[in-house]
T-cell receptor, first 109, second 111 residues
Framework: EDQVTQSPEALRLQEGESSSLNCSYT??????LFWYRQDPGKGPEFLFT???AGEEKEKERLKATLTKKESFLHITAPKPEDSATYLCAHFFGNEKLTFGTGTRLTIIP | EAGVTQSPTHLIKTRGQQATLRCSPISGHTSVYWYQQALGLGLQFLLWYDEGEERNRGNFPPRFSGRQFPNYSSELNVNALELEDSALYLC??????????FGNGTRLTVT
């Protein structure tokens, strides 16, 4: 079954403490790996799309990378406003974007 | 550019009733997707409409249905509401293979 797995489920960091979130997927064909940020009570906000192994995208303190089986979202020197749930998603063959359950990130001032 | 808009923001219904949720996509986007996000769970794919046609459907019973209008707006209908239908319902739009852009959802509460 097509699956997207994210780890850890929750992560608490001190302000300025860098870390990485992981997203792994089971399907072999890559048709796009997406990262979203979701704040409580709001819809997911698009961050990045990655299409091929070795590709990297950056936005402010966030950098997304992609290998053949997983993607990482690196957070450098995070600030409290980076606190949110980060979701990854993958397009599978039947044209539906399948989401992982997310990593709930809390940055402590 | 206006984003994806959904209405109503909140909806309270009684078990057995019907709910209608509405979505206006970003101007120029022809595809609309519906997702359910129950408390503590991930986003579950419900429906995908493109150019007025239903293109794909998730693992939900037939009482979840919808349609897309000629102006590409969409509505989701949930019949015979059950308590477990309580969730945040998210609509997203896209054009061709562009990333999905989401609205802020409709919070449906079934009592």
């Amino acid at each position: 079954e097509d699956q997207v797995t994210q780890s850890p489920e929750a992560l608490r960091l001190q302000e300025g403490e860098s870390s990485s979130l992981n997203c792994s997927y089971t399907v072999s064909g890559l048709r796009g790996l997406f990262w979203y940020r979701q704040d409580p009570g709001k819809g997911p906000e698009f961050l990045f799309t990655l299409y091929s192994a070795g590709e990297e995208k950056e936005k402010e303190r966030l950098k997304a990378t992609l290998t053949k089986k997983e993607s990482f979202l690196h957070i450098t020197a995070p600030k409290p406003e980076d606190s949110a749930t980060y979701l990854c998603a993958h397009f599978f063959g039947n044209e539906k974007l399948t989401f992982g359950t997310g990593t709930r990130l809390t940055i402590i001032p | 550019e206006a984003g994806v808009t959904q209405s109503p923001t909140h909806l309270i219904k009684t078990r057995g009733q019907q709910a209608t949720l509405r979505c206006s996509p970003i101007s120029g986007h022809t595809s609309v997707y519906w997702y359910q996000q129950a408390l503590g769970l991930g986003l579950q794919f419900l429906l995908w409409y493109d150019e007025g046609e239903e293109r794909n459907r998730g693992n939900f019973p037939p009482r979840f249905s919808g349609r897309q209008f000629p102006n590409y707006s969409s509505e989701l209908n949930v019949n015979a509401l059950e308590l477990e239908d309580s969730a945040l319902y998210l609509c997203a739009s896209s054009l061709d293979n562009s990333p999905l852009h989401f609205g802020n959802g409709t919070r449906l509460t079934v009592t």
